[in-house]
């Protein structure tokens, strides 16, 4: 199912007109640029790799979210030439009932300017309406920023089971 045409404005910290909405498949090549253009250090903290490039499947994995039980929204900004996303929100289900995995990046020019924690708090809404009670992830223990950052949304902080090089972030919906 498509994801509701659910788009809006929002001004960032440094007053920045962007538009945060779901991610669409014809969004491939923003999709792309923006990974292309992550630091290698936040392409680390999020893909626990420094990733420069996505495959095709990983692109289509990206852009096409089967709605309700996966989401992904994006924030943008309006270029001269075009629209460039600057960040990107995603939750799908957990390995446990009720529990929807999330993950979340900023472009490392954006990063402080609140557009994660915009995105996050609308990620939490549509994982809530979705039927979704908890919603967490897997952080680099290295990752001191999202840890932080995750903290001040509410979320507990815990070892992971499977992994000391990681922690878990959970919050109840």
């Not at 945060?20 to 936040?42: H, N, W």
């Not at 095709?56 to 709605?67: E, G, H, I, K, S």
């Not at 979705?130 to 950052?149: P, T």
Request: hydrophobic residues 45%; glycine residues 8%.
């Amino acid at each position: 199912m498509k994801p509701p045409a659910i788009e809006y404005s929002w001004t960032a910290a440094d007053g920045t007109p962007l538009t945060i909405r779901p991610i669409q498949p014809e969004d491939r090549e923003i999709e792309l640029a923006f990974v292309r253009g992550l630091s290698s250090g936040s392409s680390y903290m999020r893909f626990f790799s420094t990733i420069k490039d996505l495959s095709p499947q990983l692109l289509d994995r990206f852009t096409q979210v089967d709605f309700p039980t996966e989401m992904a929204f994006i924030a943008t900004v309006q270029t001269a030439d075009a629209e460039e996303e600057i960040g990107v929100a995603r939750f799908a289900p957990g390995a446990d009932e009720g529990t929807a995995e999330f993950a979340v990046v900023v472009g490392d020019n954006w990063q402080g300017c609140g557009v994660g924690r915009e995105l996050m708090r609308h990620l939490f809404i549509v994982a809530e309406d979705a039927g979704f009670e908890r919603i967490e992830g897997a952080v680099l223990k290295a990752n001191s920023n999202m840890i932080h950052f995750c903290r001040e949304l509410g979320f507990t902080v815990s070892g992971y089971a499977d992994d000391a090089q990681l922690v878990l972030v959970s919050k109840a919906l």
